[in-house]
């Protein structure tokens, strides 16, 4: 499957949420990378065919999706921000539930096969016959992605989906995604950028609703080559080059404070490697300091 986003605009009375964007996209994981109010939750809201955008399309292999519509809708998986999970229900129930409301035509055995493939998939097998209500917060995200799975879809949307999770969880949830991917085009919302770091074809740069860059990893990290120092100062400098500069990490040595600079330009400062992390902070860098 091939998805083409095509001039995307959607304008609210007081804010423009998306302006003119625009990519294509095939098999693989992409990131779509932004702080908070970017403008990520209504792109994949419109790819999701939730929201109508004000101007331009999306496009599911050449065809309008609102010309596709249910043909569409077959091959979407979605899990939104925050997923709708019945918590008196079990965790197998839930799977059986949302296979009926996708109208997925299984036999009982098919389906049960189905259910316990999709728990052991997302780490849930154990789990299966507990209420929802029971679940703690990496679980419930893992369950989301289980039912956004429940009829192969060649497009998966995931609206940060790491949201709220620790550490732990959160690289479990990577992993299952990174196992289910192989031959779908999936599209991850966040503003972690560990979160896609590794396991990203290519990541989406969304800032007040314009795309200001895409890439690989590797491609964005050499985009900011010549932009991040390392800058030895004594700890009472610290404050002064902290409002004066980006700091994107203050490490205390034995007589002095070393300071990571993300900018254009730092006198005194050494030129060092530049990480993901350094490209988020700055792309982002008036969010960052506004921050």
Known sequence: MELFVENLTKQYPKKRALDNVSFSLNEGV???????GAGKTTLVNIIAGILKPTSGKVLGD???????????RDVLGFQPQTPSLYKSFKADEFLRYMAA?????????????????????????????????????????????????LNDPKLLLLDEPTAGLDPKERVRLRNVIATVA??????????IVSDV??????ILMLKD?????????????DSIRGKVFALPVA????????????????????TDVLLRIVGDSCPG????????EDVYLYYFRETAEEG
């Open 101 to 149: 409301v996708k109208g997925l035509r299984l036999s009982r055995k098919e389906l049960d096969i189905k259910v316990d493939g999709l728990l052991e998939t997302v780490n849930l097998q154990e789990d299966g016959k507990r209420k929802i209500g029971e679940f703690s917060g990496g679980m419930r995200q893992r369950l989301g992605i289980a039912q956004a799975l």
């Open 269 to 276: 400062g050494k030129e060092i490697n530049p990480d993901l």
């Open 182 to 191: 192989l031959d779908k085009i999936v599209i991850w919302t966040t503003h």
């Open 235 to 254: 700890p009472s400098e610290v404050p002064r080059w902290q409002e004066k500069a980006l700091v994107g990490n203050v490490q205390r040595r034995e």
């Open 197 to 202: 770091e590794f396991i990203a074809r290519d």
């Open 62 to 72: 050449g065809e309008d999706i609102e010309v596709l519509d249910w043909k569409y």
């Open 209 to 221: 609703g314009q795309l200001i860059a895409r890439g690989t990893p590797e491609q964005l990290v």
């Open 30 to 36: 992409y990131g779509l990378l932004g702080p908070n």
